[in-house]
């Protein structure tokens, strides 16, 4: 006689992981059926390979069709393509079922309902999955019944929806508690021993259907996303014809692993053909499946992963350390906070263990959760301070780990040639930020800079470039490398583009430059230098010098200049050759003076505004080229448009004004500004003329003692219906410098009593000779003129 058991459990818990394990070992099954994708099971061998470490997932894809790769225009994926992660952590109940079966060598399958119809494409299916209408953009994690749990802090919904959306919350309430979390930790996770609770929890499900079952028809369904049962009821069959084949095949003793919920369904006697019915004439879509590395944030629930903990750092401890959990737990709480020089003590240590247990004492808890945990940390290792708690929490509570998988794991070529280029240029990935300097001098740091703009050229943010790492003629630059388990998906995608980095890359940037505005052309004409795409740089500098050519708006070729002179630059810094570069910056120099005079005339505020930001753009970039014609050619533009201020508008005027005094072209500005400023003038043109002056910086009105009076009479002077106009003008002027500029402008005003109207130059305040006078005799003692009068 066949003997079949079957284990409902919670998905990631570390006490249904260990029942579930001594109850394998009790049971010795000759087959293990697991809640999880069918197309995994001629991969799940790889699950007992020493290169295989937890948390890892299993990824269901649909291969991306011939011709344009899907996501890479307007960021759709294909008009419905998705991916499904299902996620195993080594506190996992599967990952256990797994290892044990793979270890007793008997045969291992998944019995879920397959991979092919859960990611049918929008419009092909009848029914949408709700397992896989996740956060996840690309797909959900497809989980078991804990999809359905309460979140934290929430309270179980009402009778007729409760039961199904929340079985768990449910039976919490049942139980007095209002947390399933902490209920479902108390009776499962923190049984340190005794009987198997798989028989309860199965009776405790049987109970939650038979009371559903007799719930008017449609309040079973209330609350619930549209397809739910029906998916439902395909999950559940699919399970049972897997079951039945299984023991058609002769095995005698069979073990089902599967979410708590759909244990009555298992078990009850449901005839084959209503099964088959339920599963006849489902949709597919073409799916591949593979091993990926995962991460234990992607496990927590705050993830927006449906199946998630709250705390995996503490799972995969509970796991691990069944001996006094409690204790180890403080003890590397002390250490990470002696590794912050803290001071944390035995004593600390001995005391936050008396107070966890006393606190789960009084509560009632047979073992010190992490709430108790928690508060004891806070109360005695941190002694009442927040800061060193949320770094238990990021270090220790959620635990970032990043998995790894076998070399025999299928890839696509694009993964293995990353992978290769991340051993040869000795580039870990993981979970955790990290902050890498490269240096662009270093042969080494040159190529690991090239592979991370390569890869964000996919849509692959592994590095992410810090502001400080694109400063001006900097041969340095800083990345936060972060390894997330979506990049895989995005590597799979980006695989249609070629099968390494470099090419996939190249086809990338081409496809980029095609119909791509002269903005874009530019930000792709840079990227390509930064990633040393020397391939791809011919079609995009023709496609950028064609645009550039027939592109006659000056604002769209004063917005291109700063990206072209930043790829000049690191092109020099990186060796790569620019020359195409150089012509297409040298041509637009030159057509950018010649049509800045009429594109800046007649402007209104809106305009004006644009149009200041171009010519600070153009202005710094001139600078960082460092080329002393087109420098001199666009001083003479400003010198053009500086003698004709009646066609400027304020704002325009006004920094024409100042970048012309900046570099010393201007000798009249203090009359320029009292023009400007004149009681004839209007407020309002006024208040913009000294906006786009002072848009610079304020420090000359700290300098400039007759230009600080000039704008000090002008506001004193203003009527006060002119003076609330122009307010909000002055207040964002004034309000973008820094407090030590405010500061110094307010001071020098405080004494303007005892400045010279007259002087233009530096303050001529009276000096105190009798308090001079020892400063003056030490200074002239010092440089050994005690003689000079």
């Given at each position: 006689m066949s003997h079949v058991e079957v284990y409902g459990i919670r998905h990631h818990g570390p006490g249904s992981a260990r029942a579930l394990r001594g109850a394998l070992e009790e049971f010795k099954p000759d087959a293990v059926l697991i809640e999880g994708p069918p197309e995994a099971d001629p991969i799940v061998e790889l699950a007992g390979e020493p290169g295989m470490v937890p948390p890892v997932a299993l990824l269901a894809y649909s291969p991306a069709p011939g011709g344009d790769p899907a996501g890479d225009r307007g960021g759709d994926r294909g008009g419905g393509r998705k991916a499904a992660f299902w996620p195993f952590a080594e506190f996992s109940p599967e990952w256990q079922a797994i290892r044990y079966a793979l270890g007793a060598g008997v045969p291992v399958r998944f019995c879920d309902l397959?991979?092919?119809?859960?990611?049918?494409?929008?419009?092909?299916?009848?029914?949408?999955?709700?397992?896989?209408?996740?956060?996840?953009?690309?797909?959900?994690?497809?989980?078991?019944?804990?999809?359905?749990?309460?979140?934290?802090?929430e309270a179980p919904p009402e009778p007729a929806e409760g039961i199904r959306l929340d079985p768990l919350g449910w039976l919490a309430k049942a139980a007095g508690y209002d947390d399933a979390e902490r209920w479902w930790d108390d009776v499962v996770e923190h049984r340190g021993g005794g009987p198997s609770p798989f028989p309860a929890i199965a009776e405790a499900m049987a109970e939650l259907r038979e009371q559903l079952a007799e719930l008017p028809e449609g309040a079973a369904s209330a609350g619930l996303p549209p397809g739910h049962l029906l998916r439902e009821e395909q999950r559940e069959a699919h399970m049972r014809r897997t079951l039945r084949r299984t023991?058609?095949?002769?095995?005698?003793?069979?073990?089902?692993?599967?979410?708590?919920?759909?244990?009555?369904?298992?078990?009850?006697?449901?005839?084959?053909?209503?099964?088959?019915?339920?599963?006849?004439?489902?949709?597919?879509?073409?799916?591949?499946?593979?091993?990926?590395?995962?991460?234990?944030?992607?496990?927590?629930?705050?993830?927006?992963?449906?199946?998630?903990?709250?705390?995996?750092?503490?799972?995969?401890?509970?796991?691990?350390?069944p001996d006094r959990p409690v204790e180890r737990w403080l003890t590397a709480a002390a250490r990470v906070l002696r590794a912050e020089d803290l001071h944390v003590s035995s004593a600390h240590v001995i005391e936050a263990v008396r107070l966890a247990e006393a606190l789960a004492a009084l509560r009632g808890r047979p073992l010190?959760?992490?709430?108790?945990?928690?508060?004891?940390?806070?109360?005695?290792l941190c002694e009442g301070a927040d800061l060193p708690v949320e770094l238990i929490q990021r270090r220790m509570v959620v635990g970032e780990r990043l998995g790894a998988v076998p070399e025999r794991t299928p890839m696509v070529p694009l993964q293995r040639d990353l992978q290769a280029q991340q051993r040869r240029l000795r580039l870990k990935p993981s979970a955790l930020d990290k902050e890498q300097d490269l240096d662009l001098r270093k042969p080494t740091d040159l190529e690991r800079s090239r592979l991370l703009h390569r890869l964000r050229l996919l849509h692959v943010d592994w590095g992410v470039p810090a502001e400080a790492g694109r400063s001006k003629g900097t041969f340095r630059e800083t990345w936060t490398l972060a390894w997330r388990p979506e990049f895989d998906v995005e590597l799979i995608e980006a695989s249609a583009w070629g099968t390494t980095v470099r090419g996939a890359a190249t086809a990338r940037a081409e496809a980029l430059a095609a119909g791509a505005t002269l903005a874009d052309l530019t930000s792709v004409a840079e990227r390509c230098l930064?990633?040393?795409?020397?391939?791809?740089?011919?079609?995009?500098?023709?496609?950028?010098?064609?645009?550039?050519?027939?592109?006659?708006?000056?604002?769209?070729?004063?917005?291109?200049?700063?990206?072209?002179?930043?790829?000049?630059?690191?092109?020099?810094?990186?060796?790569?050759?620019?020359?195409p570069l150089r012509t297409v910056v040298d041509g637009l120099v030159v057509r950018i003076c010649v049509g800045l005079p009429p594109a800046v005339t007649g402007l209104d505020d809106d305009a004006a505004r644009e149009f200041l930001g171009h010519v600070d753009a153009v202005h710094g970039a001139l600078a960082l080229l460092a080329e002393e014609e087109h420098i001199e050619r666009w001083?003479?533009?400003?010198?053009?448009?500086?003698?004709?201020?009646?066609?400027?508008?304020?704002?325009?005027?006004?920094?024409?004004?100042?970048?012309?005094?900046?570099?010393?072209?201007?000798?009249?500005v203090a009359d320029r500004m009292a023009r400007a400023v004149s009681t004839g003038t209007a407020p309002a043109r006024a208040a913009a003329w000294v906006e786009g002056f002072l848009s610079g910086g304020g420090l000359i009105l700290v300098h400039d003692v007759a230009l600080l009076r000039l704008v000090d009479d002008w506001i004193a002077g203003l009527p006060g219906d002119s003076f609330t106009d122009?307010?909000?003008?002055?207040?964002?002027?004034?309000?973008?410098?820094?407090?030590?500029?405010?500061?110094?402008?307010?001071?020098?005003?405080?004494?303007?009593?005892?400045?010279?109207?007259?002087?233009?130059?530096?303050?001529?305040?009276d000096v105190d000779a009798a308090r001079a006078a020892a400063a003056t005799a030490t200074t002239l003692h010092i440089l050994g003129w005690e003689g000079s009068s």
């Open positions: 397959p991979a092919a119809h859960q990611l049918v494409p929008s419009g092909d299916a009848a029914e949408a999955d709700p397992e896989t209408e996740g956060p996840e953009t690309e797909g959900p994690e497809t989980e078991g019944p804990e999809t359905e749990g309460a979140g934290e802090g023991l058609k095949e002769g095995h005698e003793r069979v073990a089902v692993v599967c979410g708590a919920w759909h244990v009555p369904a298992l078990r009850a006697k449901v005839p084959a053909a209503h099964d088959d019915r339920a599963l006849r004439g489902l949709p597919k879509a073409k799916v591949a499946m593979t091993w990926v590395p995962w991460t234990h944030g992607r496990l927590a629930g705050r993830s927006g992963y449906g199946a998630g903990v709250r705390s995996p750092g503490w799972y995969h401890h509970l796991f691990t350390a010190a959760g992490l709430d108790e945990v928690t508060e004891a940390t806070r109360a005695v930064l990633a040393d795409l020397g391939d791809a740089l011919p079609t995009v500098m023709r496609a950028l010098a064609d645009r550039a050519a027939v592109d006659t708006d000056v604002a769209h070729l004063m917005s291109a200049m700063p990206a072209l002179v930043r790829a000049l630059r690191y092109g020099d810094v990186r060796g790569t050759s620019t020359g001083r003479r533009t400003l010198e053009g448009l500086a003698t004709r201020p009646e066609a400027l508008h304020g704002l325009i005027e006004g920094r024409v004004t100042r970048l012309l005094l900046d570099a010393g072209r201007l000798p009249d122009v307010l909000p003008l002055l207040r964002r002027t004034f309000g973008g410098y820094a407090d030590a500029e405010r500061r110094a402008i307010g001071e020098r005003l405080h004494r303007l009593d005892q400045v010279s109207a007259s002087s233009s130059g530096p303050d001529e305040e």
